[in-house]
């Protein structure tokens, strides 16, 4: 069966008119959840920082005219790859990555540049590119058209490359490639946007979507008959499920209509249950698109306007914990979906992740070879899908969570987690 977007049915064909007022303004007993740590993905959120930092650097030695950085010129990019310790002491510590030799001119500097492996990893992941370039537009639309401008500065898009999967030089390589999804422009404050070219009605299905569709299609059929609302799938931490305060509230969360992200939400009351329903489902999309279901907090701050989002909507994932994970690590704030990871790894994991997981056994393998040479490593091992191979990572243990009614002065670290600072 096609799927086709809920736009195409419209609002009210969801919703019959004579509930809009009632579904909006009833209200729902809601809880109020403690944070709970989740060791599983903190420990992923952890590595992954690492990696990132890695290929960005990779990147830019790429990028680079003498095919090298020198050391002083990197100096200050430690809170820019998001590391804890200082970049010299990073690169040095992946010599499987990076080749540190002195400068031609002045041999007390430091320079780097790529490994024969590392260079292989980057022919690799070129191709890889290239090869899910169809997927890579896709996506990159359908942010565009949750967008309320259907467009997005470069400056505000240039983090989240990364994230989403894009090529370095995606605005040379991709853009041009796809001059109906996509054009650049100038918006009035001046600075440069991505702009989406045309709607495209068969990308306006929401990845809920999708999943409800391949599962059991006679829910989703009568979804679109607007005889019922989707659910989102929920994995609690250890001894919220068993609460009769949460199962009653999300129960009654669930049966809220299900609004597509790429739906026009200006007739919904901001302060709704039903708006917050269709917060859940924007940024549970967004996430969907992202390459590791995860990104930083302060990213989606930055398009926070433009998907309708409000002011203080990282609430949202500490109050809906069975849908969400909020992570203090690495000194920033993450943010993912928990049904993206299963046992500790991707539970269905993009082409692109998987080359990048080869990154990652290489720089794991750097740790083990780093001062006996990188040559003792064979290349030979890059070119296995280590990722298959590697031991899965058991669910840790979280914390007994406290649960209060939302009236009441229960503890709560919703406004440590909400604050601006990362």
Request: proline share 6%; hydrophobic share 30%.
């Amino acid at each position: 069966m096609k799927l086709r977007s809920t736009s195409h049915y419209g609002f009210s064909s969801i919703i019959p008119k004579f509930f809009h007022h009632h579904l909006q303004c009833r209200g729902i007993v809601k809880v109020r959840l403690k944070w709970v740590k989740n060791r599983s993905l903190d420990h992923i959120i952890d590595t992954e920082t690492d990696l990132k930092a890695a290929c960005l650097l990779k990147d830019a030695i790429k990028r680079s005219s003498g095919g090298f950085l020198a050391s002083n010129s990197i100096a200050n990019w430690q809170k820019l790859l998001g590391l804890t310790i200082p970049v010299l002491r990073f690169m040095r510590r992946y010599p499987t990555l990076f080749d540190e030799f002195p400068h031609p001119k002045y041999p007390s500097l430091p320079c780097f540049r790529l490994t024969d492996t590392a260079l292989m990893l980057h022919s690799q992941e070129e191709s890889i590119h290239q090869t899910n370039e169809p997927d890579t537009a896709e996506r990159l639309c359908k942010v565009l058209m949750m967008m309320k401008t259907r467009m997005v500065p470069l400056q505000s898009l240039s983090p989240l490359k990364w994230d989403l999967g894009l090529p370095d030089d995606y605005h040379k390589t991709l853009i041009p490639k796809y001059p109906d999804h996509f054009r650049v422009i100038k918006a009035s404050n001046g600075l440069p946007c991505l702009k989406l070219g045309e709607w495209r009605e068969e990308f306006a299905v929401s990845a809920l979507q999708e999943s409800n569709e391949r599962g059991d299609g006679g829910e989703y059929r009568e979804f679109k008959r607007g005889k019922s609302a989707l659910a989102f799938p929920m994995s609690f931490p250890r001894g919220y499920g068993a609460q009769k305060k949460v199962k009653a509230w999300m129960e009654e969360f669930q049966k809220l209509p299900y609004i597509s992200p790429y739906e026009d939400s200006r007739q919904i009351d901001p302060n709704s249950e039903l708006m917050e329903k269709r917060v859940v489902g924007v940024l549970h999309e967004f996430l969907s698109l992202t390459i590791h279901k995860k990104t930083k907090r302060n990213y989606l701050r930055s398009l926070s306007e433009e998907l309708n989002l409000p002011y203080k909507f990282t609430r949202i994932f500490t109050r809906y914990p069975g849908i969400f994970y909020l992570s203090l690590k690495c000194k920033t704030t993450t943010v993912a979906i928990k049904e993206g990871y299963r046992r500790g790894k991707l539970a269905t994991p993009h082409p692109i992740a998987r080359i990048r997981e080869k990154y990652n056994y290489v720089m794991r393998t750097g740790l083990l070879y780093r001062g006996k040479g990188i040559n003792m490593m064979p290349k030979e091992d890059v070119l296995l899908d280590d990722g298959e191979n590697t031991t899965e990572q058991e669910e840790s243990a979280e914390e007994e969570p406290n649960i209060d009614d939302e009236c009441s002065k229960g503890e709560t670290s919703e406004e440590d987690l909400d604050s601006d600072e990362d």
